[in-house]
T-cell receptor
Framework: DAGVTQSPTHLIKTRGQQVTLRCSPKSGHDTVSWYQQALGQGPQFIFQYYEEEERQRGNFPDRFSGHQFPNYSSELNVNALLLGDSALYLC?????????????FGPGTRLTVT | QKEVEQNSGPLSVPEGAIASLNCTYSDRVSQSFFWYRQYSGKSPELIMSIYSNGDKEDGRFTAQLNKASQYVSLLIRDSQPSDSATYLCAVSRSSASKIIFGSGTRLSIRP
């Protein structure tokens, strides 16, 4: 049973560039959430996708956008990169219906903006 | 006031002792509570979830929830050096809701 996978593992970009991060959820999961984790902080919620639509959004600017595909995988896009966007980007998957409410994280993508 | 508050630590505990980690939250509507363990440079790993008041035990781990006091704790018995990590407390309103994380408590188990 494959867990949550993310690609790439590391990425270095220059200010002003755009980046796309990818996530495949755990088998049986239909919901994908994205988080940003700065050094020494807890993960901060960016947004959540279910049925190919953004369902909830945290306090992140419109430069952050996403997409979910019919196979439940998801992408996170960040435009006009700033130095402050350097962080660990985490994808978490879950099942929307039912009692089980846990979210499971992928290994993350470490983004460095120079 | 932060939505989920934890002491940043570090909390130093001798090997074999009980480590006690605490967390308070501000949203009274919260229904689901989680503890994640995060090793340096790695992603968070879910170790416990709890939904009802009281205690929930899983191996060496016990989660405790008191909704009236808006307080969650994690006890680690017989602490091992491999338990040295940052422990993140997290809460959510429902299965469809975002999870809100605390900043984490660094735990160090000394031999």
């Amino acid at each position: 049973d494959a867990g949550v996978t993310q690609s790439p593992t590391h990425l270095i970009k220059t200010r002003g560039q755009q980046v796309t991060l990818r996530c495949s959820p755990k088998s049986g999961h239909d919901t994908v959430s994205w988080y940003q984790q700065a050094l020494g902080q807890g993960p901060q919620f960016i947004f959540q996708y279910y049925e190919e639509e953004e369902r909830q959004r945290g306090n992140f600017p419109d430069r952050f956008s996403g997409h979910q595909f019919p196979n439940y995988s998801s992408e996170l896009n960040v435009n006009a990169l700033l130095l402050g966007d350097s962080a660990l980007y985490l994808c978490a998957s879950s099942r929307r219906q039912g009692f089980i409410r846990e979210q499971y994280f992928g290994p993350g993508t470490r983004l460095t903006v120079t | 006031q932060k939505e989920v508050e934890q002491n940043s630590g570090p909390l130093s505990v001798p090997e074999g002792a009980i480590a006690s980690l605490n967390c308070t939250y501000s949203d009274r509507v919260s229904q689901s509570f989680f503890w994640y363990r995060q090793y340096s440079g790695k992603s968070p790993e879910l170790i416990m979830s709890i939904y009802s008041n009281g205690d929930k035990e899983d191996g060496r781990f016990t989660a405790q929830l008191n909704k009236a006091s808006q307080y969650v704790s994690l006890l680690i018995r017989d602490s091992q050096p491999s338990d040295s990590a940052t422990y993140l407390c997290a809460v959510s309103r429902s299965s469809a809701s975002k999870i809100i994380f605390g900043s984490g408590t660094r735990l160090s188990i000394r031999p």
